[in-house]
């Protein structure tokens, strides 16, 4: 069973920084894509970042292109999501999400993806 455990989120001040972590059990996809997606309130589920296996490139939203990054530990299993310089427009519930089958070029849409991590909340103050 592949599951998927977010945590990391907290409350920051803007300017701050956070990073946060997916770990990714009973996974052994050969193609795939898992990233980040986030939710604020009244808004629909965003994109942020994903990384492809089919072309093993990392895409980004342009809305945090510069300020967030996704990186991985294939040792940990784990995905993370290092946040920078944080505004208070990316106050959201972060979630965690992998998309089987061949997504060279492109990330998973929100309802294209088959596992979700159970989110994590992050609050910056201004």
């Known amino acids: 069973e592949v599951q998927l455990q977010a945590s990391g989120g907290g409350l920051v001040q803007a300017g701050g920084s956070l990073r946060l972590s997916c770990a990714v059990s009973?996974?052994?996809?050969?193609?795939?894509?898992i990233g980040w997606f986030r939710q604020a309130p009244g808004k629909e589920r965003e994109r942020v970042s994903c990384?492809?296996?089919?072309?093993?490139?990392?895409y980004y939203a342009d809305s945090v292109e510069g300020q967030f990054t996704i990186s991985s530990d294939n040792a940990k299993n784990t995905v993370y999501l290092e946040m920078n310089s944080l505004k208070p427009e990316d106050t959201a519930v972060y979630y965690c999400?992998?998309?089987?089958?061949?997504?060279?070029?492109?990330?998973?849409?929100?309802?294209?993806?088959?596992?979700w991590g159970q989110g994590t909340q992050v609050t910056v103050s201004s």
């Open positions: 990384f492809t296996s089919g072309d093993g490139n990392t």
């Open positions: 999400a992998l998309g089987v089958g061949d997504y060279t070029s492109h990330c998973p849409g929100p309802d294209e993806n088959d596992y």
């Open positions: 009973g996974f052994t996809f050969d193609d795939y894509a």
